[in-house]
């Protein structure tokens, strides 16, 4: 499995991006898909996940209602719809696909079995 992640860039506060994971190698429609970021001296953590086949979507709090994963099984791609970003969203953002976990661990990184090379998002106040 291969994940290209793309959409970072720079933008300001308040403003919004849309991220995008395309997958290959194999069809994602049964998995978790992730989304996770890391910033500078920080560790990784969790931002939201999908998964496909049931529809169902899960964020962190910090993003919650401003943040929007959904997924086109057609182009085999997750996106990542950010908006009323903060400086504190700046971070590079990874995607990741898990094939073998269940609810509770989709929010560890150690869950997921491929990762994205990561896109940066740069939010300046």
């Known amino acids: 499995v291969q994940l290209q992640a793309s959409g970072g860039g720079l933008v300001q506060a308040g403003g919004s991006l849309r991220l995008s994971c395309a997958a290959s190698g194999r069809t994602l429609s049964s998995y978790h898909m992730g989304w996770f970021r890391q910033a500078p001296g920080k560790e990784r953590e969790f931002v939201a996940a999908?998964?496909?086949?049931?529809?169902?979507?899960y964020y962190a709090d910090s993003v919650k209602g401003r943040f929007t994963i959904s997924s086109d099984n057609t182009k085999n791609t997750v996106y990542l719809q950010m908006n009323s970003l903060k400086p504190e969203d700046t971070a590079v953002y990874y995607c990741a696909v898990a094939l073998r976990t269940i609810l509770s661990m989709i929010r560890f990184p150690s869950s997921y079995d491929y990762w994205g090379q990561g896109t940066l998002v740069t939010v300046s106040s």
């Open positions: 999908v998964k496909w086949s049931a529809g169902s979507t």
